[in-house]
């Protein structure tokens, strides 16, 4: 296609939000010149399921619930008068508390001010936080945060060592719906050993954001923590990061949180827009649905061109993948639906993966993000009259270009700059295209029905590795499949949990054979 077509195409199906100072450029998507048309039926049925949405029906029938993640940058939106106050209280005594906990009003048991956050939570109860933790922090913030995501135990000696002697003036947080996540738990176990020997009162350094009447709620009222904030069964994980979940640790780290929701609620006035040409986020969706024949045959690449949102693609993962993976639509047809998304940033990627992605298997698209602003300091030119900023620029148009050369497809998102508004509105428009795109293949977007499997198998492991470790005594041993016959296991469950006591607990061992089946698992002498 020569460049003055390029032009062409590029007027036509180029978006911008000028008092946002946001763009989304889908000329270099190959779409059909009827495709929209062909799509009406598909987008009005989205807009209407969107607007149903919003108003406050029941968008999540297994657990008869509504779905409420646009309300809490905008309460007038919620459909009672209850659920508002509640946002707006909630929202007001995040602020009251983070400022207390700044000025010094609210000390830890010795009368000394917090400096540091722990946070502790799991999938959307950290992803969230730790991408807006990294797109926005900066040195001069009035206190450094930290993170639980994993029950590794490797990974909180880690976090423990950075803390180190500031253990004392950390404020715990503890993000759990439920309160009985095992990977949020047990971080919080380790953090209240830890600071129990130290000799440190933990309770008055903790604060809990969970579901009311929850475990951890009833826990933290218990002992006396420093406050709880509320998780609304309203508010699913992967959207969460502007309720408690994302605004407590955003607002002790002492980032924007008023701007944080105005960017979202801005982007979400201009994408109910019911004309799609003028709708980012149903653009998005459409895309979406176009590049993988709205089956999810093509991976999502996003590269966004900014140090401040390499986490993105993770955040993305979860948001994406959670709620486009499902195994049936509504109607009960199976259809494993799903789009896959990876990413890192650029220009780092032209120096890893590009090279496939231009040459390789045809198995994917890019998503683009361009900020517009270099940096908040002096330019500096590392060439005459040229930044490194110009260079970051020209190569994200430069790798556009040459994967359009070899028949790679795109989509450029822009914003402004990476601050608390615009990464706001990146989030809200996300959210968004993905609640449009789950209406266009039919599926719901608002459950997980297949996350709670792998729990229920570790658990059940977890069971099995109990009984097995009964079994043991001193001397030659047993194999894992007498072991097994013995408490009625499967025998590679009960090897593989042998295995791991064998690494990790000293008082058993294993004597190797020349095969699985012939290792022997014993107590020590």
Do not use: C
């Not at 926005?136 to 945060?145: C, E, F, S, V």
């Not at 020997?197 to 420093?226: M, Q, R």
């Not at 649905?289 to 979860?318: A, C, H």
């Amino acid at each position: 296609m020569a460049s003055s077509s390029l032009w062409q195409r590029f007027q036509q199906y180029f978006l911008r939000y000028e008092d946002l100072g946001f763009s989304i450029d889908i000329s270099r998507m190959k779409f059909p010149d009827d495709f929209f048309a062909q799509m009406r039926p598909r987008i009005d049925q989205a807009f209407a399921a969107m607007r149903d949405l919003e108003a406050g029906g029941i968008a999540n029938p297994d657990e008869d619930r509504m779905v409420g993640h646009y309300w809490l940058r905008k309460p007038s939106l919620a459909p009672n008068a209850e659920l508002r106050s509640e946002i707006e209280n909630t929202n007001a005594r995040i602020k009251q508390f983070a400022a207390d906990v700044h000025s010094g009003k609210i000390k830890n048991a010795r009368g000394e001010k917090f400096k540091h956050i722990l946070s502790i939570g799991i999938g959307g109860s950290a992803l969230g936080p730790e991408f807006i933790a990294d797109a926005l922090g900066a040195a001069t913030d009035p206190m450094d945060i930290h993170f639980f995501d994993n029950t590794d135990p490797d990974g909180f000696d880690r976090v423990f060592d950075e803390i180190g002697d500031g253990l004392a003036t950390t404020i715990v947080v503890v993000i759990s719906k439920s309160g009985g996540t095992k990977e949020t738990r047990n971080g919080m176990l380790e953090a209240e050993a830890r600071f129990k020997a130290a000799g440190f009162d933990f309770p008055k350094s903790a604060v809990a954001i969970t579901g009311n009447g929850s475990d951890l709620d009833k826990y933290a009222e218990k002992n006396g923590w420093l406050a709880r904030f509320p998780m609304w069964d309203w508010v699913g994980g992967r959207t969460s990061v502007m309720s408690a979940v994302g605004l407590v640790p955003m607002a002790l780290q002492g980032l924007n949180t008023d701007e944080f929701l105005a960017g979202a609620a801005a982007m979400d006035e201009k994408t109910r827009d019911n004309d799609f040409r003028q709708n980012a986020a149903m653009l998005l969706a459409l895309m979406w649905f176009y590049i993988g024949n709205g089956r999810g045959e093509k991976d999502m690449v996003v590269l966004p061109y900014k140090d401040r949102l390499l986490l993105f693609s993770r955040y993305l993962q979860q948001l994406v993948m959670e709620s486009l993976g499902k195994e049936k639509d509504l109607s009960g047809n199976v259809v494993n639906q799903g789009i896959a998304v990876y990413g890192n940033k650029g220009s780092t990627d032209q120096h890893a993966y590009v090279q496939q992605l231009r040459d390789g298997v045809l198995n994917f698209f890019v998503t683009f993000i361009e900020v517009a602003k270099d940096r908040h300091k002096p330019a500096f030119d590392v060439d005459p009259g040229v930044t490194s900023g110009d260079y970051l620029h020209g190569f994200l148009r430069g790798t556009r270009t040459a994967l359009y050369e070899k028949h790679r497809q795109s989509i450029t998102v822009g914003i402004p700059d990476a601050n608390a508004f615009d990464i706001g509105g990146l989030i809200a428009l996300y959210e968004r295209a993905v609640g449009f795109y789950a209406s266009l293949v039919n599926i719901n977007a608002y459950h997980q029905p297949g996350v709670e499997a792998g729990k229920k198998a570790a658990t059940r492991l977890l069971q099995v590795q109990g009984a097995a470790r009964q079994k043991l005594s001193r001397g030659d041993g047993k194999t894992a499949e007498e072991i097994a016959r013995a408490i009625d296991a499967d025998p590679e469950d009960v090897f593989h949990a042998l295995q791991h006591l064998a690494s990790n607990d000293p008082n058993v061992q294993t004597l190797k054979g020349e095969g699985p089946s012939e290792d022997k698992f014993s107590l020590r002498e």
